[in-house]
């Protein structure tokens, strides 16, 4: 009886201790009577850990992309990976409102940082004011939002969309000869990756007067909405002549590829396909001569994620925006990359 009063009394002062030392927005290691180690030296244990725990909320946009199923594997993976890290992580399915409730059940939580993929640009100002009002940074990850909130946000990790857009309009207009007709399968509405991977393709377009965008349509960067978009497209009057098609999205290409060839076209021979962020499929549809430029766009994010939240835990700053490195592949570049992707 005396020996478990003792237990109890170290239990209970090492839980006070690890909620004192946890403070304000961490996560608080309550270690219930249920769940309590055999000796109290484990519990002191436990709340060391409890204390040093990054507590993240992640809101996700859904699942539209092989890009995407990459960008949420390498932020859940690397979590499960390293214990300091507990990861909250919640799946918006395409819908603004879904993530701005996720944000404020992060808030509610007390999470040490908030990081989400922000599935439009513009509509964040009320949560991400709740966020700031309560002192928890806010990560952007691979999609930003429009440059007045930019206070709002304490770093954006991710590409520069409008090199990408540039990329894939100088490499189309090669491989169409310089002049021919375009058709652009854009992205998700509202979405930074599609409004700048457009914007970045006109600009570049302006250098190639014979080249005309004869059709500029959402597919929203998934594959069957890109299939369906192409099939019409074909069936159309601008699209009885077309040498090329710019993809925002390699699914919209994958999908593009199967309705153009269903309608008895060669696609990468008959009509040019470059399309952003260079997962696997895409490696294979350009050695299979389907496909002919992909301009890459780094899903892989996880490390880089948790390695400024945990500096911004620290107390250190961190880059207004924590660029990816990217390359351009095609023909045998494309064939000898295969077999080292990674996504
Ligand atoms: O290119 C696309 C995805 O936001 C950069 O979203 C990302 C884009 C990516 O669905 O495949």
New binding site residues.
């Given amino acids: 009886m005396v020996q478990k009063k003792r237990f109890m009394g170290a239990l209970v002062a090492a839980t006070v201790l690890a909620t004192l030392v946890s403070g304000c927005g961490t996560k608080t290691e309550t270690t219930s009577a249920t769940k309590a180690p055999d000796t109290a030296k484990t519990t002191e244990a436990t709340a060391k850990a409890g204390d040093s725990k990054l507590v993240i909320g992640f809101s996700q946009i859904g699942a539209?992309?092989g890009?995407?199923g990459a960008e949420t594997q390498s932020i859940q993976d690397t979590a499960k990976a390293d214990p300091t890290i507990d990861l909250k992580f919640s799946d918006a399915q395409q819908k603004q409102e879904n993530q701005i409730k996720a944000i404020r059940s992060f808030i509610a939580q007390k999470v040490d940082v908030i990081a989400m993929?922000p599935v439009v640009e513009t509509g964040w100002e009320a949560v991400l004011k709740e966020a700031k009002d309560a002192k928890i940074p806010v990560i952007l990850v691979?999609?930003g939002i429009d440059k007045k909130n930019e206070d709002l946000y304490t770093s954006f990790i991710g590409?520069d969309f409008i090199t990408e857009g540039q990329n894939a309009a100088k490499a189309l207009a090669e491989h169409m000869g310089d002049k021919g007709n375009v058709v652009e399968l854009e992205?998700t509405v509202g979405?930074s990756?599609a409004n700048d991977r457009k914007k970045g393709f006109d600009d570049e377009m302006k250098k190639h007067p014979n080249i005309k965008i004869v059709k500029s349509q959402s597919g929203d960067?998934n594959r069957a909405t890109g299939k369906q978009v192409m099939e019409a497209i074909l069936k159309s009057p601008e699209g009885k002549d077309i040498q090329g098609v710019y993809a925002h999205?390699d699914?919209m290409a994958l999908g593009a590829i199967q309705a153009i060839e269903e309608a008895g076209k060669k696609p990468g021979t008959d009509v040019k396909i470059v399309s952003?962020?260079g997962i696997k499929e895409a490696f294979e549809a350009i050695k299979a001569g389907k496909l002919n430029t992909v301009v890459e766009?780094n899903p892989l994010l996880g490390p880089q994620l948790y390695q400024a939240a945990k500096d911004l835990k620290a107390g250190k700053t961190v880059p207004k925006w924590i660029k990816s490195n990217e390359d351009v592949f095609s023909g045998q570049k494309a064939i000898d990359a295969l077999p080292n992707r990674k996504y």
């Fill in positions: 539209e992309s890009w995407r993929a691979d999609r590409s992205g979405a990756a960067f999205n699914d952003i962020d766009c």
